[in-house]
């Protein structure tokens, strides 16, 4: 049983701050924020979860079924991630790419301590504690101060150069006019050896300069995800399942008339619409798996969304499911996500498996949480900086989709375009 209290904040940035500072003595920690960014599907503004009661860690092998098994049991609020290679429990699929990360596959966890903030209000849920405790953690989180540190910048080198780029985009593009593929998502790693940071200086730098809507800090011991993303994965309330992909991307300018018109010709780019379309399809199909009859429909195709540093073109597929319906089914039958994977999806995959050089892990896959009436929330890990303590290993990714258009001196670009802001922060 959790002991709920609601608290009234006066200051809800400077709260926000506060509390995520102070998450930083327990040794599990997911803090997901929306920055107040206006989105139709949200049920809070801000989630912190801290200290583990119990906890799942797995690799691949029969991980969703030791998810479903540990949702189950718990019956409570759970949040943790799910790495791209989860995959390979999916399909007949594997990854052997080099991995400096170490991460599990597969990491959830139930907190005792879970702070939801809506408005001017927290909700506090604490799990098997006194209510003195609540009193004195909030009063606790109200004067706590940031402690200052210092950051070395890392010495930030790219795994695959310019060159080896455009020449395995090429090859891409070759699969795709043999009719192997349509569209694939083609990523690569910047990264960092001997790196000591200080994550939540980075993490709130990091946000600061994008404000996205699906920003989330998540901490497991010496393992750090620093992620400011603007794209949901999949998200489940009540019967109605949401999933909004993107694809589709356009620098911002200071000068409103150019603004104006990057956002005017994203919007028109027959390219950027395709790809958007071919990922739309996929994730209806992916839906359909687990939808009743007739339920999946596109909510919103190709729209466009304005952000700190780009513009994007985000679509909206819902579909309704059964009450029995498990939530751990429904992610099982569409991760990964399409966007980070390309049409057809093994297909790709495969292709995407032989020519990047770096196991993806939690870079493309997604971090989020279950409520104990079984509906979830999850984003698409993109936008992020991942970093183990322990080994002194930082590393970021970015990538963009390969259709049949594509011109791959000109993905290059976007790439570096996603990169910038991970770039900036780390200087």
Request: proline share 3%; net charge negative.
């Amino acid at each position: 049983m959790r002991t709920i209290i609601t608290q009234k904040i006066k200051q809800t940035v400077t709260f926000k701050s506060q509390l995520l500072a102070w998450s930083q003595q327990f040794r599990e920690v997911v803090f997901l924020d929306s920055n107040d960014y206006q989105q139709k599907y949200s049920s809070y503004d801000c989630v912190l979860a801290v200290d583990a009661f119990t906890s799942i860690k797995t690799d691949h092998h029969n991980a969703f079924e030791d998810l479903k098994q540990y949702q189950q049991q718990t019956k409570d609020w759970l949040f943790g991630y799910l790495a791209y290679d989860l995959k390979n429990d999916t399909e007949a699929l594997q990854s052997k790419n080099f991995d400096g990360l170490d991460f599990p596959d597969l990491f959830f966890f139930q907190p005792k301590k879970l702070f939801l903030l809506k408005g001017d209000e927290v909700s506090i849920h604490y799990l098997r504690m006194c209510d003195d405790e609540i009193d004195f953690d909030f009063e606790e989180i109200l004067t706590y101060r940031q402690p200052t540190t210092d950051n070395r910048q890392p010495k930030i080198e790219q795994r695959i150069s310019k060159e080896s780029y455009i020449a395995k985009v090429t090859e891409m593009l070759s699969h795709i006019h043999r009719g192997d593929i349509y569209e694939a998502n083609f990523c690569m790693e910047f990264y960092a050896e001997n790196a000591k940071i200080d994550s939540l200086d980075i993490y709130q730098k990091l946000n600061n300069i994008s404000h996205p809507p699906f920003a989330a800090y998540f901490k497991n011991n010496h393992q750090y995800l620093l992620c400011a993303s603007p794209e949901r994965y999949l998200r489940k309330e009540d019967n109605k399942v949401i999933s909004q992909p993107i694809k589709g991307t356009a620098k911002r300018y200071t000068d409103e008339i150019l603004d104006l018109k990057a956002k005017t010709d994203l919007a028109q780019n027959p390219k950027e619409r395709s790809e958007n379309i071919m990922i739309v399809d996929l994730v209806r199909n992916d839906l359909s798996h687990t939808a009743t009859k007739g339920s999946v429909e596109v909510e919103e195709l190709c729209g466009i969304y304005s952000f700190e540093q780009v513009h994007q073109m985000i679509s909206t597929v819902i579909s309704t499911v059964d009450n029995v319906t498990s939530p751990i089914e429904i992610l099982r039958t569409t991760f990964p996500m399409g966007s980070m994977t390309g049409a057809p999806k093994i297909s790709a995959m495969k292709i995407i498996e032989e020519l990047e050089e770096t196991k993806r892990g939690l870079y493309s896959g997604a971090v989020g949480y279950f409520t104990p009436t079984n509906d979830f929330d999850f984003n698409v890990v993109i936008r992020s900086i991942l970093y183990n303590a322990e080994n002194e290993y930082l590393s970021f990714s970015v990538g963009s989709a390969i259709t049949s258009q594509a011109v791959p001196e000109l993905e290059y670009e976007e790439c570096l375009l996603k990169a910038k802001a991970m770039f900036e922060v780390l200087k």
